[in-house]
C-alpha cells in the first residue's frame, strides 16, 4: 500500500506537469485562424484517447513535400543553384565547358538562355554535377557546400530560409505520435545529409528524386557510384510511387505548396479514414515570395482549384504565419 | 525533499526490475556458443552507456535478409511456390498457356523442366502473376494465400516455418534501440502484408525486389499499377542499392545465409566504428535442412568462405540453436 501511494503521488505529479506543457501553444508562430484549427482539429480526431477516429500510431504517416513547402524556393530551386555552382566549380577541369551548352551558358551567367532549356540540357548539368561520383562522395560535397552557401539576395544560408511555422508543425506532429517523411522533386542524395539536422527527419524517412546505383569495387572496397541514369523523377505521379516504394503504407497528412504536390495529396485523401491535406499558399510579397497561377517555380494552379473543390486547407502565409523565417 | 524521498524509492525499485528483467535470458532458443557470446557482447558494446564504441540509437541500423535466414527457403522460394499456384489459378482466364511455356511446365507440376527454365521464363511468370494489377490488389491477394498456405512437406503454413531464435534475435535487437530491416532478394510487395505480423517489421523497413510502379486513374480514383519490368533485384549487388535507396544509412549489422548476401554483408563491414555480420549455416537435415556449396537454393559458398577469411559470425543451425522453429 505505501509504495503504491508513492508511486500515485508522483504519477499525479507527473499528470500536472504534462497538462501544464499541453497548455504551452506548439504552434506560436500560426495565428489563430482556421488553418491552425483545422490542423489541431485534425490531430485531436486522430489522437484522442476514445476518438471514435483514433488512428494507431503505426499509421501515423504524414508526408511533407519541401522545396516551397519546407524552405523557401525562390527565384530558383537551391539544388539548382547547387548544380550551377557546381558546374563554376568544375569548370577548370572541362575546358571543352566553354563552347557547349548548356555549360557555356551557365558559365556566362546567362539566366535568361538557361531558362529557355529543356529536360535534355538540365540532365546534362545533373549528369555532370550529381553523377559519376560515390554515394560518399556526394555527401560529402552536399555537406560542405550547404553549410556556407547563402541566399542570392536574401544573403542568409539557405538552412535559415526555412518556415519556422512548419518546423512547428513538424515537431508538433512527432510530438503525437506521427512519423514524418519529406517527399521532394529534389534529389534524396541532396536532402539527406542535412535535412536531420535542420527538420528532424532521419535519412530514411526521405524520398527524393534520385540516379541509378551501381555498386563497384575501388581499391578493394565497395562503393556506390551514382550513375546518370534517373531512377526515379518524384514529382507530380512520380510521389505517390516514391511514397509506395519506401512506406508501403498511405499518408493520412500531406503538405504540399505546388500542382508537383497535386498527386500525392489525391493519393492521400483516397484512403479509407481520416485524412488530412494542406497547401501552402504563397501570398507574403514582404516578408518572403507572392507567387502562384503564373510562376515558373513552385506553379500553384490545378492543385489550388482542386483544393478549393475539395475542401482542402490552405495556408496563406500572410495571413496563417505571424513569423516566417526563424 | 519529502516528494525526491519518494521518487527515489519507485526508481530504486524500477531499477531493481530491469535487473530482474535483464536477468532474463533474452535469446532462450541460442545455444550457449560462441555464435551466442558474439551476438550479445556486440549489443553490449555498441549500447552500454560508457563504452567507448557507443553508437547512437539513430544509427543502430540492423539489416536481415529473409529466404534461409528469417524463414526456410527448401524445397523452393516461398514466394516461387505462391507464383506457380497464381499461375494455376489464373489458367482458366488463360488457356493458351496449355502450350506456352514456362506455364504449360507449371500447370503440368514438371518440375525438373521448370529448373531448366533461365531468367527470361521467370520473369513471364512474374509478369503474369506479379503485374498487371494495383498494389492493393496484390496485397489482398497475398494476404490470402499466406494465411492459407502450406509447406509441400512439413505441412505447415510457411509462416510457422520462421526460425524461433532469429525472431528472438529481432525482439532483442529492437529491445536494445536497433532498427530492424528486411533486406530479401524477394519482392517488396510480397514481404510487406504479412511481414509486421510475423516478424514486427513495419512496411517502412520492408527492403526488396521491384517491380515499376506507375500511378493511374480508375473509376476518378488514383492507384498504383505493378508493370511488367524490374525496378530493383535486390540480391547481391542490388542489396546495398536497396538499402542506400531506403535507408540512406549503412547498417552496422547485417545477418544473412547464402552468397546473394555477400555484398550486403561486405558493405556492412566496410563502415566506420564498429561493425558485426552473421551468417546462418543450414546443418541440421534433421529438423530442418542441411545445405551450402552445391545448393540450387540458398547456396553458400563464395560467402561463406569470406566469413570464415574475415572472422564473420558463423552459425551452426544444428549445434547453436535449441529450437528451430516456433
Same mark, same amino acid.
Given at each position: 500500500?505505501?509504495?503504491? +501511494?508513492?508511486?500515485?503521488?508522483?504519477?499525479?505529479?507527473?499528470?500536472?506537469?504534462?497538462? #501544464? *506543457?499541453?497548455?504551452?501553444?506548439?504552434?506560436?508562430?500560426?495565428?489563430?485562424?482556421?488553418?491552425?484549427?483545422?490542423?489541431?482539429?485534425?490531430?485531436?480526431?486522430?489522437?484522442?484517447?476514445?476518438?471514435?477516429? &483514433?488512428?494507431?500510431?503505426?499509421?501515423?504517416?504524414?508526408?511533407?513535400?519541401?522545396?516551397?513547402? &519546407?524552405?523557401?524556393?525562390?527565384?530558383?530551386?537551391?539544388?539548382?543553384?547547387?548544380?550551377?555552382?557546381?558546374?563554376?566549380?568544375?569548370?577548370?577541369?572541362?575546358?571543352?565547358?566553354?563552347?557547349?551548352?548548356?555549360?557555356? +551558358?551557365?558559365?556566362?551567367?546567362?539566366? !535568361?538562355? *538557361?531558362?529557355?532549356?529543356?529536360?535534355?540540357?538540365?540532365?546534362?548539368?545533373? !549528369?555532370?554535377?550529381?553523377?559519376?561520383?560515390?554515394?560518399?562522395?556526394?555527401?560529402?560535397?552536399?555537406?560542405?557546400?550547404?553549410?556556407?552557401?547563402?541566399?542570392?539576395?536574401?544573403?542568409? &544560408?539557405?538552412?535559415? #530560409?526555412?518556415?519556422?511555422?512548419?518546423?512547428?508543425?513538424?515537431?508538433?506532429?512527432?510530438?503525437?505520435?506521427?512519423?514524418?517523411?519529406?517527399?521532394?522533386?529534389?534529389?534524396?542524395?541532396? *536532402?539527406?545529409?542535412?535535412?536531420?539536422?535542420?527538420?528532424?527527419?532521419?535519412?530514411?524517412?526521405?524520398?527524393?528524386?534520385? #540516379?541509378?546505383?551501381?555498386?563497384?569495387?575501388?581499391?578493394?572496397?565497395?562503393?556506390?557510384?551514382?550513375?546518370?541514369?534517373?531512377? #526515379? /523523377?518524384?514529382?507530380?505521379?512520380?510521389?505517390?510511387?516514391? /511514397?509506395?516504394?519506401? /512506406?508501403?503504407?498511405?499518408? /493520412?497528412?500531406?503538405?504540399?505548396?505546388? $500542382?508537383?504536390?497535386?498527386?500525392? *495529396?489525391?493519393?492521400?485523401?483516397?484512403?479509407?479514414?481520416?485524412?488530412?491535406?494542406?497547401?501552402?499558399?504563397?501570398?507574403?510579397?514582404?516578408?518572403?515570395?507572392?507567387?502562384?497561377?503564373?510562376?515558373?517555380?513552385?506553379?500553384?494552379?490545378?492543385?489550388?482549384?482542386?483544393?478549393?473543390?475539395?475542401?482542402?486547407?490552405?495556408?496563406?502565409?500572410? $495571413?496563417?504565419?505571424?513569423?516566417?523565417?526563424?
Amino acid at each position: 500500500m505505501r509504495l503504491l +501511494a508513492h508511486v500515485g503521488v508522483v504519477f499525479v505529479l507527473a499528470m500536472a506537469g504534462s497538462t #501544464l *506543457l499541453a497548455q504551452q501553444d506548439p504552434l506560436p508562430s500560426w495565428n489563430d485562424t482556421t488553418s491552425k484549427r483545422a490542423i489541431v482539429e485534425f490531430v485531436d480526431r486522430v489522437t484522442r484517447p476514445g476518438s471514435p477516429e &483514433l488512428v494507431p500510431p503505426a499509421e501515423r504517416i504524414a508526408t511533407f513535400d519541401n522545396d516551397g513547402t &519546407l524552405w523557401a524556393e525562390q527565384p530558383l530551386y537551391v539544388q539548382l543553384a547547387f548544380a550551377l555552382e557546381r558546374v563554376k566549380a568544375l569548370a577548370a577541369r572541362h575546358p571543352e565547358w566553354r563552347t557547349e551548352q548548356p555549360f557555356a +551558358a551557365i558559365l556566362a551567367n546567362d539566366l !535568361a538562355q *538557361l531558362r529557355d532549356f529543356g529536360e535534355q540540357e538540365l540532365m546534362r548539368v545533373l !549528369a555532370a554535377t550529381h553523377a559519376g561520383m560515390t554515394t560518399d562522395e556526394f555527401s560529402v560535397t552536399v555537406g560542405e557546400w550547404i553549410a556556407t552557401a547563402r541566399h542570392p539576395t536574401a544573403g542568409k &544560408l539557405y538552412t535559415e #530560409l526555412v518556415y519556422q511555422p512548419m518546423l512547428e508543425l513538424l515537431a508538433y506532429l512527432r510530438a503525437n505520435g506521427f512519423k514524418t517523411y519529406i517527399v521532394s522533386g529534389g534529389g534524396i542524395e541532396f *536532402l539527406r545529409p542535412w535535412a536531420e539536422r535542420v527538420y528532424g527527419v532521419p535519412p530514411e524517412q526521405i524520398i527524393g528524386s534520385s #540516379l541509378e546505383l551501381k555498386l563497384e569495387v575501388r581499391d578493394g572496397r565497395p562503393v556506390l557510384l551514382k550513375l546518370p541514369t534517373v531512377d #526515379l /523523377i518524384d514529382d507530380k505521379a512520380g510521389k505517390p510511387v516514391g /511514397i509506395e516504394r519506401a /512506406i508501403g503504407r498511405r499518408p /493520412i497528412r500531406a503538405f504540399g505548396n505546388s $500542382d508537383g504536390d497535386l498527386e500525392m *495529396l489525391q493519393w492521400t485523401m483516397d484512403g479509407a479514414g481520416p485524412r488530412f491535406a494542406l497547401l501552402v499558399h504563397h501570398t507574403d510579397a514582404e516578408r518572403e515570395w507572392a507567387y502562384d497561377r503564373e510562376s515558373h517555380v513552385g506553379k500553384l494552379d490545378v492543385a489550388w482549384d482542386q483544393a478549393i473543390a475539395n475542401g482542402w486547407t490552405v495556408v496563406s502565409i500572410k $495571413d496563417d504565419w505571424n513569423v516566417v523565417f526563424p
